[in-house]
């Protein structure tokens, strides 16, 4: 990709967890690879605002991944009744879209994924078997993803 950071090899990059979400992607651009470091590996706050298009879709996965990460046992199990991320969407089509980015990106280490909005409801073991829910909580044109 045009302007990528020269250390931006994804398989490089990241944990056996991480190329197993990333698969088929061969490189981060320009943004991802500068906010690598602070998405992937530390509980720093990030606020990114960038067009369209951009990638913002992707770091909010690497903070995901810094998550569960948090999380591994030996031997590669992760413990899943020790976190749930919600992400923030504006708009109930995006929160639909973002379900299903996450979910299939996901799939590889068994994490579940849920939209939650206003007009649906999940039961109680739903939610206790979720770690990323998708959500509307506010109008206007923010994302967020809170872990």
């Not at 690598?36 to 530390?42: D, I, K, L, S, V």
């Not at 639909?96 to 007009?119: C, H, Q, W």
Request: hydrophobic letters at 45%; aromatic letters at 6%.
């Amino acid at each position: 990709m045009d302007g990528c950071h020269p250390q931006c090899d994804v398989t490089a990059m990241l944990a056996r967890i991480g190329q197993l979400v990333f698969k088929g992607m061969k490189r981060l651009n320009r943004i991802q690879s500068i906010v690598f470091e602070t998405a992937y590996n530390t509980n720093e706050n990030l606020l990114i605002c960038a067009p369209t298009g951009a990638g913002k879709t992707n770091i909010a996965m690497l903070t995901i991944l810094h998550e569960i990460r948090q999380h591994l046992q030996p031997g590669g199990v992760i413990r899943k009744d020790q976190f749930k991320i919600v992400y923030v969407a504006p708009m109930k089509a995006l929160a639909a879209e973002m379900t299903n980015y996450f979910s299939k990106r996901l799939e590889p280490l068994g994490i579940a994924v849920k939209e939650l909005t206003g007009d649906m409801q999940l039961t109680k073991g739903e939610i206790l078997r979720t770690q990323v829910d998708s959500q509307i909580l506010f109008d206007g044109v923010h994302e967020a993803v809170l872990l």
